[in-house]
Nanobody, 121 residues
Framework: QVQLAESGGGLVQPGGSLRLSCAAS????????MGWYRQAPEKQRELVAA???????NYADSVKGRFTISRDNAKNTVHLQMDSLKPEDTAVYYC???????????????WGQGTLVTVSS
């Protein structure tokens, strides 16, 4: 089994910063891509940012220039540095590990439980 543990959500004022972290644990051989999605009330879940094992990144247009994703392959962790936060960034943020290959050579798509980010004055 593979689990994702997220941390770092909370309440922040507009213009502030937060850093989300996600650690994967379990019987992991490799992880192709790790990323963050978010879901605001009454909206669909959307990609925020993702990073491949070799460091290729992909960002939603709405967060480019404000958010930075990083990854530590040795520790199976991914971080999302969120700066210049806006009220419209308010959502539950979910960590995702895509194409996780386990030590038993199964391939999984794994999600975290989500962490709430609220941007409000």
């Amino acid at each position: 089994q593979v689990q994702l543990a997220e941390s770092g959500g909370g309440l922040v004022q507009p213009g502030g910063s937060l850093r989300l972290s996600c650690a994967a644990s379990g019987s992991i051989f490799s992880i192709y891509s790790m990323g963050w999605y978010r879901q605001a009330p009454e909206k669909q879940r959307e990609l925020v940012a993702a990073i491949s094992k070799i460091g290729n990144t992909n960002y939603a247009d709405s967060v480019k220039g404000r958010f930075t994703i990083s990854r530590d392959n040795a520790k199976n962790t991914v971080h999302l540095q969120m700066d210049s936060l806006k009220p419209e960034d308010t959502a539950v943020y979910y960590c995702n590990a895509d194409r996780v290959v386990t030590t038993t050579l199964h391939t999984l798509d794994v999600w975290g439980q989500g962490t709430l980010v609220t941007v409000s004055s």
